[in-house]
């Protein structure tokens, strides 16, 4: 059973930068799926913020895009965010995610969740 | 972007009665190759990441229970729970996979009349 953990600092001051780091277990990161970062904003609805392949290929949230940076360790299996210029609208609880795959093929919905970390910003 | 509605935005059921939440999409998320809608739903529990429980609009997730259903194709989608449990206390999501931007509803609340 793949299990997948978030960590990183808590609290983040306005206009520094966001990092956390996603570590996976129970699979290899160099598997045929690709590895998400998701974010909810307290009470608030799920926002996908992008991916990464183990080749280190990624993909982003246009709204986000100019801001975010995945990153993959395949040594250490696991994989990490980095969101530039945090204002208070990026508070949230980042989740990281894996696709579902089947028969070789992956589909952009998440089968399996970290239990997520909060990350406030303020000074 | 594919805009997720979902509505209500909250409801309340009677323990044993049947719940239902419906989710539209601004597109269609039918994908005529293999005509599969590529729409997926989830649960999620206070304190809990959201957890899958039907994707490609009705195929169930392992050990979701068979009370739990979706039905819908094209831009029209709901999601059923036909015998409310008070482990079923939780929001519900759409999420539309279809797009490289992957997009969620806003969620509904489910809670116990």
């Known amino acids: 059973q793949v299990q997948l953990q978030e960590s990183g600092p808590g609290l983040v001051k306005p206009s520094g930068t966001l990092s956390l780091t996603c570590a996976v277990s129970g699979g290899s990161i160099s598997s045929t799926n690709w590895w998400n970062w998701v974010r909810q904003p307290p009470g608030k609805g799920l926002e996908w913020i992008g991916e990464?392949?183990?080749?280190?290929?990624?993909n982003y949230s246009p709204s986000l895009k100019s801001r975010v940076t995945i990153s993959v360790d395949k040594s250490k299996n696991q994989f990490s965010l980095e969101l530039t210029s945090v204002t208070a609208a990026d508070t949230a609880v980042y989740y990281c995610?894996?696709?579902?795959?089947?028969?070789?093929?992956?589909?952009?919905?998440?089968?399996?969740w970290g239990q997520g970390t909060l990350v406030t910003v303020s000074s | 972007d594919i805009v997720m509605t979902q509505s209500p935005d909250s409801l309340a059921v009677s323990l044993g009665e049947r719940a239902t939440i419906n989710c539209k999409s601004s597109?269609?998320?039918?994908?005529?190759?293999?005509?599969?809608?590529?729409l997926a739903w989830y649960q999620q529990k206070p304190g809990q990441p959201p957890k899958l429980l039907i994707y490609w609009a009705s195929t169930r997730e392992s050990g979701v229970p068979d009370r739990i259903s979706g039905s819908g194709s094209g831009t029209d989608f709901t999601l059923t729970i036909s015998s409310l449990q008070a482990e079923d206390v939780a929001v519900y999501y759409c999420?539309?996979?279809?797009?490289?931007?992957?997009?969620f509803g806003q969620g509904t609340k489910v809670e116990i009349k």
């Open positions: 597109q269609s998320v039918l994908y005529r190759s293999n005509n599969k809608n590529y």
């Open positions: 995610a894996r696709t579902y795959c089947s028969d070789g093929n992956c589909y952009k919905l998440f089968e399996y």
């Open positions: 990464i392949f183990h080749s280190g290929s990624t």
């Open positions: 999420q539309q996979y279809y797009s490289d931007l992957r997009t």
